[in-house]
């Protein structure tokens, strides 16, 4: 069965940074691709990040580009997301999620985390 498990999120200061960290079991980690998706209140789920199995390629939304970084550790089956210089409109719950094959769409993602809530106050 496979889990995936957020953590790392909470209530920060506009400016401030968080890590996500998302711990894989169940699954052949280094062949999957990994994103971070997130979801804002009466918003559809948007793309914020993804990387390959190797970690050797990655892929930003534009709007994080710059001050968000994803990475993985294929030893610990953990995929991890630094986030900086947040902002009010990162508020979201954030999930991460796997795949056979990186892709900035949910559809293409089997199986998901529960997710974590980041909070930004401004």
């Known amino acids: 069965q496979v889990q995936l498990v957020e953590s790392g999120g909470g209530l920060v200061q506009a400016g401030g940074s968080l890590r996500l960290s998302c711990a894989a079991r169940?699954?052949?980690?280094?062949?999957?691709?990994m994103a971070w998706f997130r979801q804002a209140p009466g918003k559809e789920r948007e793309f914020v990040a993804a990387?390959?199995?190797?970690?050797?390629?990655?892929n930003y939304a534009d709007f994080v580009k710059g001050r968000f970084t994803i990475s993985r550790d294929n030893a610990k089956n953990t995929v991890y997301l630094q986030m900086n210089s947040l902002k009010p409109e990162d508020t979201a719950v954030y999930y991460c999620?796997?795949?056979?094959?990186?892709?900035?769409?949910?559809?293409?993602?089997?199986?998901w985390g529960q997710g974590t809530q980041v909070t930004v106050s401004s």
């Open positions: 990387i390959s199995g190797s970690g050797s390629r990655t």
């Open positions: 169940g699954l052949t980690f280094s062949s999957y691709a």
């Open positions: 999620a796997a795949a056979l094959f990186s892709s900035t769409s949910s559809t293409a993602y089997n199986y």
